[in-house]
């Protein structure tokens, strides 16, 4: 069995309301997907972005390889990348659209699921929390406490709101406001997007310290190490953060500093499926938590659930608990064509968590015909 042929979509949708948070405001959800064929007729999926750069240089050296060989392809495209330092950004996000389309494709020819080639299921379902709680034009108080008190009814034990997109003051008002809506049950977490430098941070940590807040993502800027520890050195809550870097090189000095409590590799840009393994592994031996960060379509909302489904308890515990020692996984809940109908059957939870797939691979279906129908 050797690849054949491999193919992007770039995929887009329009959103009804658009929604912001401290980096922006969009307008339309977009992601990449790639489709690997093998010359026997196999297909495996994929999703990152950076379709010309898979095009141009990462197809090319793939094509007629076999698709089992995963670390041996792996490190193929990453050393075609490393000597000028350019597995980052984009070029990490390639590699990962690519590594998860191969172990789609090694669970389809193994007829096995990709939690049993990563080593078999230590839980049949993850825990998962709603995020959503953006900014929208006229939300608050009504429409976001609203959308607050709906994830409730839904089930979701835990949800995450954004700061760092209005003042101190007006966030501040939100987040309380979200919390005396949702009661002292419900995990509550805030995001800030790289939004503050850690002065600022510190304030508003600080001001929300009395709320029990389960953590405080991306505080600042995601490449400042000791901005990061200076913000977890000064509050109490847990500070969470990585969900923009690519590669173990990347993670390594913030889980070896302990400049996270809590780390949020992206299966969809650190490096795929192989890449993402060996980062949960090196935080699990550092004592730092794994709580996913997924934003995208169901073929990455799969491929994080078969991998969160073999991380070991963090540390290990008689009655392991999600937030506690059990990975939590983001379950996106903002508008988005593209996560709800790129798949006959959508991803949903129950009783805040989602069941891992059984089939083989990443046990989906793509629907091609939605494919080209939200292809640019």
């Known amino acids: 069995m050797k690849i054949a042929t491999i193919e992007t979509f770039d995929l887009t949708c329009p959103l009804g309301r658009p929604f912001g948070w401290s980096q922006g405001w969009i307008e339309q959800r977009n992601t990449t997907l790639v489709k690997i064929t093998t010359d026997d007729g196999l297909t495996g999926w994929g999703e990152g972005a950076a379709s010309d750069l898979i095009n141009n240089l990462l197809a090319p050296l793939l094509i007629g390889q076999d698709p089992i060989d995963r670390n041996g392809l792996w490190e193929r495209m990453f050393h075609a990348l490393y000597n000028g330092n350019n ?68 089930g979701f034990k835990g949800m995450k709101t954004k700061v760092g997109g209005l003042s101190l003051k007006d966030d501040v008002a939100r987040v309380r406001a979200l919390r005396e809506t949702i009661g002292p049950d419900i995990s509550l977490m805030i995001d800030a997007n790289e939004g503050y430098n850690a002065t600022t941070a510190i304030r508003l940590g600080r001001e929300l310290a009395d709320l029990d807040l389960v953590w405080f993502e991306e505080p600042v800027n995601a490449q400042d190490l000791d901005a990061y520890l200076e913000v977890k050195a000064a509050l109490p809550m847990a500070i969470a953060g990585g969900e923009n870097l690519r590669t173990r090189y990347e993670f390594k000095p913030y889980l070896t500093q302990r400049a996270y409590d809590i780390v949020q590799p992206d299966i969809m840009h650190c490096g795929g499926i192989t890449e993402m393994a060996r980062i949960c592994a090196m935080a699990n031996a550092c004592g730092i938590q794994v709580n996913p960060h997924v934003w995208g379509s169901p073929v990455m909302i799969a491929a994080t659930l078969h ?4 991380l070991p308890p963090c540390p290990p515990a008689r009655n392991a608990q999600p937030y506690l020692q059990e990975p939590v996984m983001e379950f996106d809940r903002t508008p988005s064509v593209i996560r709800e109908e790129l798949c006959a059957v959508p991803f949903d939870q129950e009783e805040s968590f989602i069941q891992v797939p059984e089939g083989p691979g990443l046990g989906i279906e793509v629907d091609e015909t939605v494919v080209a129908r939200l292809s640019i």
């Open 87 to 154: 597995a980052v950004g984009l070029a990490g996000s390639a590699v990962s659209a690519l590594d998860i389309a191969l172990w789609d494709l090694a669970g389809k020819a193994t007829n096995l699921p990709v939690s049993a080639l990563l080593g078999g299921k230590i839980r049949d379902k993850v825990a998962v929390y709603a995020t959503g709680l953006y900014y929208t034009e006229g939300e608050f108080p009504d429409r976001l406490l609203d959308e607050a008190r709906g994830y409730v009814e839904m």
């Open 307 to 310: 991998l969160a489904a073999t």
